[in-house]
């Protein structure tokens, strides 16, 4: 049996405003609540607030979108506001394909020269390695709700 290497579409990244676009707000919604619920059984808790967001809170939410697009399908999503990363989201089935990577790399050249911060569960190793493997240090962990933690980072540039 002769096994072929998976290829990968090509990513491309946009910048959106699910505010003008309804459709495209209920997408990024579905990808944010898929991939929330993987951060809640990685944590053992399920009330991450952005699991539970509706779409106009998302459409409300003061924030720079950017989605990570390959074969038609939106596969990503992140945002931030002022220096601080919001929310980095990626469909499940398209985890360890170097998206994430891509988006947070696209939202970093957008706070040039800005010191970045971030929060992840403090129970999510994949994405603590993520945002360590750029550089961000750990600065604190922070209970949110009682039993909720997150671990808040730092980027200095």
């Not at 002022?82 to 398209?94: F, K, M």
């Amino acid at each position: 049996m002769l096994c072929l290497p998976l290829q990968v579409a090509a990513i491309e990244i946009v910048r959106v405003e699910p505010s003008d676009d309804r459709a495209l707000a209920e997408q990024i919604l579905a990808l944010q609540k898929n991939s929330y619920a993987v951060e809640a059984r990685l944590i053992g808790d399920d009330r991450i607030p952005l699991l539970h967001e509706s779409v106009d809170d998302l459409c409300g939410a003061r924030i720079h979108w950017l989605v990570a697009r390959a074969d038609g399908e939106i596969r990503g999503a992140a945002a931030w506001s002022g220096s601080e990363i919001d929310r980095l989201v990626v469909a499940p089935q398209a985890h360890r394909q170097g998206i994430g990577r891509e988006l947070v790399e696209a939202v970093l050249k957008s706070l040039v020269g800005q010191r970045v911060q971030v929060a992840t569960g403090r129970d999510n190793p994949p994405a603590r390695r993520l945002y360590e493997s750029f550089g961000f240090v750990h600065v604190e962990n922070q209970q949110v709700l009682p039993g909720l933690w997150l671990a808040r980072y730092e980027l200095v540039r």
